[in-house]
């Protein structure tokens, strides 16, 4: 797969770190010029999870019946005029409505970003493409905060979803003259009204289904973090706004380490095997997270610590995961990417949800989240392992 490529599904990707990280920053802001507080601001980002949940169910099908372009640039088009509708938001309903709507079409890209993939790369080439777009996507993250909180500092938080208008608006450009269609000619299209029961088949595949719900739980783990961490950096330990992309950026740099390893990993071991071994990371941070925030300490460094671990073991978690998951599903690769998407992001939604409903003013409710998403991952990896090597040895002996 070529660079240029690489780099649009990259953008593609990024419409849901940007769209999440861009503004975390402005909570305070957006809280006050509502005038709310910060608990009911959180509602917006789970409005936006809910979209991200409900939308990739709706592409997966589409994709596979119409082929990637004009479900993708729909999409993207969504995002856009959803990104402008957020910009001028005369209250936090129609602004949680307008997020509700910028996720539906911002799923677009990550859905079909996926299954594009899938159609030219198979699962160690999928898994080192992966690694390549956490490094493209990974600069959202890292510059996203840093520099949301100086345009909520200058020109009010409005202009941050300005920004995303002007973004999503080159992202359909480039797709449109840049990215042609993946799917073959000779792969016969999916029909819409068996959607249902293609979902079905997914969800029937243990294995299948164990990838997307390791995925899922990592990704809840992170969620969590982002949910939760505007409070703890900027409340809690008063981290001034226009730095806490400085300490965001810090961790997404490690996940985005960890990807290149990874990929460079993968020219010896497969990403079964990586997986396997990474979570037990995962979780081990997790637990030590939980333990420091459980002592209440007056310093930020030893929470960040933890947390740094966290996030950067996801760098090998997420596309090792993805790959597994999306391995030999052939002509139904834009419903298992979607289902993969749905599954994700559903259980984010109710991990952000949960930190909002555990409030307690400390990292308590925020450690707590991800170490328990870090138990789960230990153990839907570890029953996912057994159950692919339990097949693999039964085709053998056929």
């Given amino acids: 797969m070529n660079f240029r490529t690489i780099l649009i599904l990259g953008a593609l990707t990024a419409f849901g770190p940007l769209a ?50 004009i479900p993708l640039l729909t999409g993207v088009g969504l995002f856009t005029a959803a990104s402008l509708a957020c910009a001028f938001a005369p209250n936090l309903e129609w602004l949680m409505g307008a997020r509700f709507i910028q996720a539906l079409g911002g799923c677009a890209g990550m859905v079909i ?47 941050i979803f300005l920004v995303l208008t002007g973004f999503s608006a080159l992202a359909a450009l480039a797709v449109a ?67 806490f992309g400085w300490l965001f950026g810090t961790n997404a740099a490690g996940f985005i380490l960890v990807a290149q390893v990874n990929a460079r990993l993968l020219a010896k071991r497969g990403p079964a095997f990586l997986l396997a ?45 993805s790959a597994c998951a999306m391995n030999g599903q052939g002509a139904r690769a834009g419903s298992a990417s979607a289902l993969l998407g749905c599954l994700q992001f559903s259980i984010a939604a109710g991990a952000a949800s949960l930190v909002g ?15 328990l998403c870090g138990v789960l991952v230990v153990s839907v990896a570890m029953l996912t392992r057994r159950l692919q090597n339990a097949r693999a040895l039964a085709q053998a002996e056929v």
């Fill in 113 to 159: 970003s996926r299954a594009v993939v899938s159609d030219k790369c198979d699962a160690v080439g999928s898994a080192k493409v992966f690694s390549q777009l956490m490094l493209v996507m990974g600069l959202a993250p890292i510059l996203a905060p840093m520099l949301g909180g100086l345009l909520v500092n200058t020109t009010g938080w409005q202009s």
């Fill in 357 to 371: 409903l555990l409030h307690d003013g400390s990292a308590m409710p925020m450690a707590m989240v991800i170490s």
């Fill in 177 to 243: 003259l840049g990215l042609p269609e993946s799917l073959p000619d000779y792969v016969p299209r999916q029909p819409l009204k068996g959607a249902l029961r293609q979902y079905g088949r997914l969800l029937a595949d243990p294995v299948y289904l164990g990838h997307a719900l390791t995925g899922g739980l990592a990704v809840a783990g992170m969620f969590a973090y982002i949910s939760g961490s505007p409070f703890v950096f900027i409340k809690l330990y008063g981290v001034p706004a226009e730095h």
């Fill in 20 to 69: 999440i990280d861009f503004y975390l920053p402005a909570f305070p802001a957006i809280a006050q010029s509502f005038g709310t507080d910060e608990k009911h601001v959180q509602m917006t980002l789970a409005a936006y999870f809910l979209g991200l949940s409900i939308g990739q169910l709706l592409y997966g099908p589409v994709a596979d019946r119409f082929g990637r372009r």
């Fill in 277 to 321: 071994r990474t979570v037990w990371i995962y979780l081990g941070a997790g637990l030590t997270l939980l333990a420091v925030s459980s002592l209440h300490t007056e310093q930020l460094w030893p929470l960040l610590i933890p947390l740094f671990v966290c996030i950067a073991s996801l760098g090998c978690i997420l596309p090792n995961a």
